[in-house]
């Protein structure tokens, strides 16, 4: 079961499977993985999921109770990320490659670099780089970075050259 918010871009190619809520202003670009198996996915609004990136909600044989997965708002998942952490809060970025397991959480304004792997059972604070071959980390002061501008292109153009996934209400209605 899937539920697309209106406002959400979700194309036609990208790869979505079990109970998934894609929040308004969200953009699934083409060939992007969303796989629900071991309970629900909630995706906040106006997060940008590159192509190839994978967000998985996976069965864990130590742990078999479904546990949701929760993404909140304004975070960016770049080409052939890799994340099945359960918690993400908002405004964060997962680079390129990055890989974050099922164990860690990632709370606000965190930026994870490129390969960088994290799969250990911790939290990740706020405001948090994580970069190098080590996965050093360090703490940052910079403002997050609202991607409006970036998620307007893409709300734009992108339903101009690939067929989309409908939303399952009508803008302005509510929930019953």
């Known amino acids: 079961r899937i539920k697309i918010a209106p406002g959400a871009i979700v194309c036609q190619q990208a790869e979505l499977k079990g109970e998934i809520y894609i929040g308004a202003n969200t953009v699934v670009h083409p ?11 909630h995706i906040g609004e106006n997060n940008i999921i590159e192509e190839q990136a994978y967000i998985h909600n996976r069965l864990d044989k130590d742990k078999p109770e479904p546990v949701p997965m929760h993404i909140g708002d304004y975070n960016v998942f770049e080409v052939g990320c890799r994340i099945e952490s359960k918690q993400i809060g908002n405004s964060n970025t997962f680079e390129a490659k990055a890989i974050v397991g099922r164990d860690t959480k990632i709370t606000n ?4 670099g490129a390969h960088c792997q994290l799969s250990a059972n911790e939290t990740i604070p706020e405001n948090t780089i994580v970069y190098g071959d080590e996965c050093h980390q360090k703490q940052h002061n910079e403002t997050p970075s609202k991607q409006d501008d970036q998620l307007g292109f893409l709300i734009k ?6 067929n989309l996934k409908k939303s399952s209400k009508k803008k302005g209605s509510k929930d019953s």
């Open 109 to 112: 304004n965190c930026i994870i």
């Open 31 to 41: 060939r992007a993985f969303i796989m629900a198996k071991a309970g629900p996915i």
């Open 157 to 162: 153009i992108l339903p101009n050259y690939h």
